[in-house]
């Protein structure tokens, strides 16, 4: 059938005054098959002067491209996370500073209120996510209807979703009762996920422990047993590695969601369908994987070396923002070493520095904030298929934080795509196809 498509340019001419910024926004234009070089200039113009558009609010003179992935696309102001110069900050602070100095419990605080809270403002948010911590049991009884073999960030999506069923506060659109189910979700998201692997195991919940961090707490729920210092110490580090990052792909979703003045659970439910994919947070179970299946450091040479080979990509390393090395990282590289000395077991880490060697050296690619979580969570004795959902233990910080901003400053996200398909065609009866 001859079918009749529409040229970028006739697009574009088509299209006056296409969209807008405003003070939040800037525009989103997928032409998704533009090549990468195609420039369009902060003042709206493109290079071949085709496009009607009015790109104001660009801070200085830049330039933005449009491009697959929309990578390099500003799509929304926010104060609450910076990636600069490969530096990234949690409210203009460091993560390096907050990786060696700060608990979780601060970090979302700082996330959610924009300040460091100070001690009785941090003995108030942990009062309030002592309160919250249960579940409710209709959630605990629909999770042991869940078929045995659920995945675990399926399993999270649904009851984080059922959730919201059960909170009479769920479509209150007021700042304070959005707040508020921000610290509910934080606060039921780890008893969740500890309550979902133990009933699978066929073992009840453990219920949450009052006065202690979200970290001890997780691993309590999950093990039934008083967790060790240094593990605690571990994983709150991670928690608040993980906090934000950004407009990664699950806080994005989470923005697309609520701008539409949808509740705050969607928000956080469309997000954890995000951070779902391995090519985003199930990288971490990813990277675990591999190394299983690469066994033990003697084979990782000709494991990395054949996947390469093969144009297989490595979980674990390479990133859309840093092209010079994920700043978390490192600290996540530290935490596998010591870990392992303190279990007497360092195969997991040196696989994973063998590992980091070849592919650094061979494709330039660093190792990303997964990369060294799995031998972390593995030297802790966490089931594989938690790695991720301990992810969304730590973002739902991020994603609350980010839907609050969102509220705040509201227009919906609606971007435009490039029309790249027929035009003009015709129904065509079903005898006659
Ligand atoms: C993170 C990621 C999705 C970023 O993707 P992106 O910005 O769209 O980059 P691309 O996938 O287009 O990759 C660009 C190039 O680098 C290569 N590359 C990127 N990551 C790679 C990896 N982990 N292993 C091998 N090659 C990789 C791609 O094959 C591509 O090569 P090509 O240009 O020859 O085709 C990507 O690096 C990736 O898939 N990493 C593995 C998954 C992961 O660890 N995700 C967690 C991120 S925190």
């Known amino acids: 059938m001859q079918q009749e498509h529409l040229t970028r340019k006739d697009k ?16 989103l234009y997928l032409f998704t098959s533009l090549p990468k070089s195609f420039m369009i200039k902060s003042d709206g113009t493109n290079n071949e002067s085709l496009f009607n558009v009015n790109y104001t609010h660009v801070k200085g003179e830049r330039t933005m491209t449009a491009t ?18 490969g530096v990234l900050t949690y409210r203009g602070i460091d993560i390096d ?28 948010l942990q009062k309030q996510l002592d309160q919250f911590a249960a579940v409710p049991q209709g959630v605990l009884d629909q999770i042991k209807l869940y078929p045995k073999d659920t995945n675990s960030m399926a399993a999270l999506r649904t009851a984080v979703s059922s959730l919201a069923l059960y909170d009479a ?13 921000a610290i509910k979700l934080q ?3 780890p008893t969740v996920i500890a309550a979902y692997a133990r009933i699978r195991e066929g073992k009840e919940p453990v219920a949450p422990k ?5 970290a001890y707490n997780f691993l309590y729920m999950l093990t039934g047993n008083e967790p060790a210092e240094v593990a605690v110490k571990a994983l709150d580090q991670a928690l608040v590695l993980h906090a934000d990052h950004e407009l990664n792909a699950s806080t ?19 997000a954890i369908g995000a951070l779902k994919g391995p090519l985003h947070g199930g990288a971490n179970e990813a990277v675990m994987v591999m190394l299983e299946e690469i066994g033990s450091a003697a084979n990782v040479e000709s494991f990395i070396n054949n996947a390469l080979a093969n144009k297989h990509k490595i979980m674990g390393f390479g990133h859309r923002v840093y092209k010079n090395g994920d700043p978390r990282a490192k600290h996540l590289q530290k935490m596998s070493r010591e870990l392992g000395k303190l279990t007497g077991n360092m195969e997991l880490y040196e696989m994973s520095v063998k590992i980091e060697e070849l592919v650094t050296g061979q494709k330039g690619l660093k190792p990303n904030v997964d990369f060294y979580s799995a031998s972390v969570y593995t030297t802790l004795e966490i089931p594989r298929d938690l790695f991720t959902p301990i ?19 509201n227009r919906l996200i609606r971007p435009r795509a490039d029309y790249v398909g027929p035009v003009n065609a015709k129904y065509i009866p079903i005898e006659q196809r």
């Open 12 to 27: 574009i001419r088509n299209e006056k005054n296409i969209n807008e910024a405003d003070k939040a926004f800037l525009c």
């Open 68 to 85: 697959k992935g929309l990578e390099g696309i500003v799509a929304a102001a926010s104060s609450i996370s910076s990636i600069i110069d």
């Open 97 to 124: 500073d907050l990786a060696a100095n700060a608990t979780f419990e601060e970090v979302a605080y700082l996330l959610w209120y924009g300040k460091l809270p100070n001690r009785s403002e941090l003995d108030g």
């Open 169 to 181: 506060s769920a479509n209150d659109m007021s700042l304070e009762a959005n707040q508020l189910k």
């Open 187 to 189: 606060a039921q998201l």
């Open 210 to 214: 009052q006065g202690v961090s979200i």
């Open 252 to 270: 994005f979703a989470a923005r697309v969601t609520v701008a539409t003045l949808s509740d705050i659970y969607s928000g956080v439910t469309s």
């Open 391 to 409: 992810f969304a233990i730590s973002r739902v910080s991020g994603w609350s934080a980010h839907i609050l901003e969102q509220y705040q400053d």
